[in-house]
C-alpha cells in the first residue's frame, strides 16, 4: 500500500493509531494522519468512528436518522473545541444521548453493589 496521493477524491476514515487512518475510498490507498482530512472530511472521520463502535457492538445505533444526528451532535461539539482527533470524537460519541445504550449508570451501580 502506498502513501502515494491518487487521482480519486472519495475518503474514508478507519480506526487508526495516532490518527493515521484515512485511506482513498476508491482505489484504497492509504493517506495515513491527514489534519486537513481531519477538519475538511470530519463528517466522514465521525462516520468511519461511529460505524465500527456500532459493528463491534460497543455501541447501537438504532438507524440512520440517529446516525445522522449523532453525527451532526459530535460534529458541532468537535468544532466547539475545535477537536479533530479519534480520542476526542470516540469520548463524544459514548457522550451521546441519543444511543440506545439498553442498561444505564444506575442499573450498573445496582448490579455491582450487590456483590
Ligand atoms: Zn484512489
Keep these: 500500500m502506498s502513501n502515494e496521493p491518487c487521482e480519486h477524491i472519495n475518503v474514508q476514515y478507519y480506526p487508526a493509531l495516532n490518527d493515521a487512518g484515512w485511506r482513498c475510498l476508491d482505489c484504497n490507498t492509504e493517506f495515513g494522519f491527514r489534519p486537513d482530512l481531519d477538519k475538511g472530511q470530519l463528517d466522514m472521520k465521525i462516520f468511519g468512528l461511529l460505524h465500527d463502535l456500532n459493528e ?3 455501541v447501537y445505533v438504532a438507524n440512520g ?6 453525527q451532526e451532535n459530535i460534529r458541532l461539539e468537535c468544532e466547539k ?3 479533530y482527533d479519534q480520542q476526542f470524537i470516540i469520548q463524544q460519541i459514548m457522550k451521546e444521548p441519543n444511543l440506545n ?3 444505564d ?5 445496582k448490579r455491582w453493589q450487590i456483590l
Design 56 to 58: 463491534g457492538h460497543f
Design 65 to 70: 436518522t440517529t446516525g445522522a444526528v449523532i
Design 81 to 83: 473545541a475545535q477537536r
Design 101 to 103: 445504550f439498553e442498561m
Design 105 to 109: 449508570d444506575d442499573y450498573y451501580k
